[in-house]
């Protein structure tokens, strides 16, 4: 498997690559990140897949989730990073 042009700039710059670890470390540390993976991890719990591996709990339009393929759900990036879906259905 080849590695990406981002992976291969990591791999070759130690201080780069000490300088994103530092900031990815900070960044996921922060209150409102870890509110947001307990708030997927609550979920996860309810719907009994916490653990296994299968699904990703993923963000709708309109606020609502939906369980999709984990390959879908962390390829997409729409525009600005936002959800490219449609609005969860009543």
Same mark, same amino acid.
């Given at each position: 498997m080849t590695l990406s042009k981002t992976a291969r700039y990591y791999a070759s710059? +130690?201080?780069a690559r000490a300088k994103k670890? @530092? =900031?990815d470390t900070a960044y996921h540390s922060t209150a409102k990140r870890r #509110? =947001? #993976?307990m708030e997927l991890a609550r979920i996860r719990r309810k719907k009994g897949i916490m653990g296994k591996s299968g699904k990703d709990v993923?963000?709708?339009k309109g606020g609502g =989730?939906?369980?999709e393929s +984990?390959?879908?759900n962390? @390829? #997409?990036n729409g525009s600005n990073g936002k959800s490219?879906? @449609?609005t969860k259905r009543k």
């Amino acid at each position: 498997m080849t590695l990406s042009k981002t992976a291969r700039y990591y791999a070759s710059n +130690p201080k780069a690559r000490a300088k994103k670890k @530092a =900031y990815d470390t900070a960044y996921h540390s922060t209150a409102k990140r870890r #509110r =947001y #993976r307990m708030e997927l991890a609550r979920i996860r719990r309810k719907k009994g897949i916490m653990g296994k591996s299968g699904k990703d709990v993923s963000h709708v339009k309109g606020g609502g =989730y939906k369980l999709e393929s +984990p390959k879908a759900n962390r @390829a #997409r990036n729409g525009s600005n990073g936002k959800s490219t879906k @449609a609005t969860k259905r009543k």
